[in-house]
């Protein structure tokens, strides 16, 4: 990643001609902005993360549009295209929250369907390669493959970002795999940025998964 705890500090303490002072005044000045909504100091701490998710999750998670994306392309590579994405259990439509999904506990429901995702991802990716050895161009093929497939891609986003986008996804309204995306990167975030972290935290995190 690209700055520190004191990267947000010095970005605020320029409007007066200062820089760094003491742990306690730094750390107090985050809690200050983070209380206070002065968010812009945290554009300046800057993460890098490689991502490898399915494309369902993906195209959810590139709804966050302040911050860059470069992903993998099946137009220039068949690499990796052999990965999908196995759910370990099986969820049913919320009759509450029609957004929202409970896990069954239905064990032949369960394994009956794991089992049919398992046959169509076998059948379309043998298909996928049979179009491949026709000569179809690799743009074409990968017309046929399901979003179950895995994707990756590199996201480059700022701490003010990244607190929007665990607002939204490390929380229990969120779907159930990008919710575990959300806490892995508040990990990260946990442990690059701590005094940002608690004052998020304490002041600004919305969300019902993180501690």
Do not use: C
Not at 71 to 83: D, F, L, Q
Not at 96 to 106: A, E, P, R, Y
Not at 111 to 140: C, H, P, Q, S, W
Not at 169 to 187: F, K, P
Request: proline share 2%; no cysteine.
């Amino acid at each position: 990643m690209l700055g520190n705890d004191r990267t947000a500090v010095k970005a605020a303490r320029v409007s007066y001609g200062k820089e760094i002072s003491n742990d306690d005044k730094d750390k107090k000045l985050i809690y200050y902005l983070m209380k206070h909504k002065h968010h812009s100091p945290f554009e300046h701490q800057v993460f890098t993360f490689h991502v490898k998710t399915p494309i369902f999750i993906a195209r959810q998670w590139m709804r966050h549009r302040i911050g860059s994306y470069n992903e993998i392309s099946r137009r220039y590579t068949t690499k990796y295209a052999e990965e999908f994405y196995i759910p370990d259990h099986i969820r049913i439509q919320d009759t509450v929250n029609k957004q929202g999904s409970i896990k069954t506990n239905d064990e032949h429901m369960q394994n009956k369907a794991i089992n049919i995702i398992n046959y169509t991802y076998d059948y379309l990716f043998e298909t996928y390669n049979k179009l491949l050895e026709m000569g179809v161009a690799r743009e074409m093929a990968r017309m046929i493959l399901p979003v179950g497939q895995y994707t990756q891609f590199y996201w480059t986003v700022n701490t003010r970002s990244l607190m929007n986008f665990l607002n939204l996804r490390a929380d229990s309204h969120a779907q159930w795999e990008i919710q575990q995306y959300a806490v892995a990167l508040a990990e990260v975030f946990k442990e690059k940025l701590p005094w940002t972290y608690e004052a998020f935290m304490n002041f600004e995190y919305r969300g019902d998964l993180l501690k």
